[in-house]
């Protein structure tokens, strides 16, 4: 059973991110594009993670809760969670952990919460993209104590990944996956002992991914069984 996805979008409270990605709009363009699991993974926070979900119901559409963490290499790394209270859980612990420094919207943008019906009831004070305390180590850890699974993101990108900042992938980092942004090219022939994820990164509702990417898993709950996600 092909399984479409696409695991890295951003809604509108990244601060980088459009205004057009309010909940059901991200739900209702991944419908559209023909997708069967998402996951939501803004910066450093969880917050939009209960309205994703909410609005999904019904719609057939898989959430993932997830999130992307900067680590103070300032690195991006994608991590996912089985369940939503573990992902609020760290989430807010990473968020707690960033510097104290306030975002100013009309400089880096805003960094809304919103409810399942696609209205704004709260705004986060800190800057999201800011680099929290944590190494990647670190986060990996805290993020496997949580079941989770943590994924190098963008590695193909030229700000932000790991190769960008370190050159390479460390021998001692136990990951399976590494992400590669779709719209930049890589030699996956280096990566070869790593799955690989194909994602958008989308900041912007065109940006979601087409039906392209797939998962071939049993059905649809077995996504939760991490290790068992085979992408081709
Ligand atoms: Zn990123
Ligand atoms: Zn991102």
């Excluded at 900067?70 to 573990?86: I, M």
Aim: aromatic share 8%.
């Amino acid at each position: 059973m092909k399984l479409f996805y696409d695991l890295h979008i951003h809604s509108d409270l990244s601060p980088c991110a459009s205004r057009e990605m309010t909940p059901n709009n991200i739900i209702n363009m991944s419908i559209v594009k023909g997708l069967n699991v998402i996951s939501l993974t803004d910066h450093n926070s969880t917050a939009n993670l209960p309205a994703l979900i909410e609005a999904s119901h019904g719609s057939g559409l898989k959430v993932i809760p997830g999130i992307e963490v900067t680590s103070k290499e300032e690195v991006h790394l994608l991590c996912y969670f089985r369940e939503l209270s573990r992902a609020l859980k760290f989430g807010t612990i990473i968020y707690q952990s960033l510097p104290p420094i306030i975002n100013m919207p009309e400089i880096f943008g805003e960094q809304n919460i919103y409810n399942s019906n696609d209205e704004i009831v709260g705004v986060l004070d800190k800057l999201l993209i800011n680099a929290t305390p944590f190494s990647i180590g670190d986060i990996n850890n805290m993020v496997k104590e949580s079941k989770g699974i943590m994924i190098p993101a963008h590695i193909n990108k030229m700000s932000n990944s790991i190769l960008s900042i370190l050159g390479f992938i460390p021998k001692d980092l136990e990951v399976d996956f590494v992400e590669i942004y779709s719209k930049n090219s890589i030699n996956k022939k280096m990566f070869e002992k790593y799955k690989i994820l194909k994602n958008s990164d989308a900041h912007c509702l065109t940006d979601i991914s087409e039906a392209v990417n797939f998962f071939d898993l049993n059905d649809m709950d077995s996504i939760y069984n991490i290790k068992e996600w085979d992408t081709p």
